[in-house]
């Protein structure tokens, strides 16, 4: 069976409000069937959270999973690489199905080798910051990113309470991104709910990760992301 054509995030319109909800919040024994409801439901992307117990105190979602999935959508899959060692990962990830991959700027390696690494494979290229980590970490390599991810909570589990404090972060990032001249998409994860997503989409960001406040409204998956899109 001859492989999807990729669908990088460089083909989506970074002006545009997007939407991504989160397969960590599904439900794991009907998971194919929640990434259709979510396609149907109205998402632009089906975002995949990777960690490894060591990045993160947390274990998730391996090459398999993507693979088996893959199938149920025809959306961009965004792979974040919660990873210490991402560069191991990046072509089982993309030959399993992904479209984008993000890994961190705290991870191990080399990192232009990694972004380069993630590119060769056909994939659009991201970085993430931790919450703890300045934006100003991310100025080496902005000429080698489609996508910069923020994180509103601590990486590593789904369902934790939004932390404010990085608005003023995701503000800053969209100066960098403005001046570059780049079309770089900003996303934002962790706490992104209706009142949460008010902020965020203020301070510049145009892609949401949502993970719980989607799929726990079940057979509400269009509604929320609706009420998502639409927050003001």
Do not use: W
């Amino acid at each position: 069976m001859a492989k999807p054509k990729r669908k990088p995030l460089t083909t989506l319109d970074c002006r545009k409000t997007l939407i991504a909800p989160s397969i960590l919040a599904a439900d794991f024994a009907n998971l194919g069937a929640d990434v259709k409801a979510a396609e149907e439901g109205g998402a632009d992307v089906i975002h995949v959270d990777v960690m490894d117990g060591h990045f993160v105190p947390n274990l998730s979602l391996g090459p398999g999973i993507v693979k088996a999935i893959r199938g149920y959508s025809s959306l961009p899959f965004d792979v974040h690489l919660m990873l210490s060692q991402p560069f191991r990962y990046i072509e089982p990830f993309a030959d399993a199905g992904a479209d984008h991959i993000t890994i961190h700027v705290e991870s191990e390696g080399a990192m232009a080798c990694t972004l380069e690494q993630i590119r060769s494979c056909g994939c659009s290229t991201g970085l993430s910051l931790r919450p703890g980590t300045p934006a100003a970490s991310l100025v080496p390599y902005l000429d080698l990113i489609d996508l910069i991810l923020v994180m509103t909570v601590e990486p590593g589990f789904g369902g934790q309470a939004f932390m404010p404090e990085q608005v003023a972060k995701i503000a800053e990032i969209r100066s960098m991104i403005d001046r570059s001249g780049r079309h770089i998409h900003l996303e934002v994860d962790g706490g992104i709910a209706r009142d949460t997503a008010v902020p965020v989409r203020k301070a510049g960001a145009n892609m949401l990760v949502a993970g719980s406040s989607v799929f726990k409204e079940k057979g509400k998956l269009a509604e929320a992301i609706s009420g998502l899109r639409s927050a003001q």
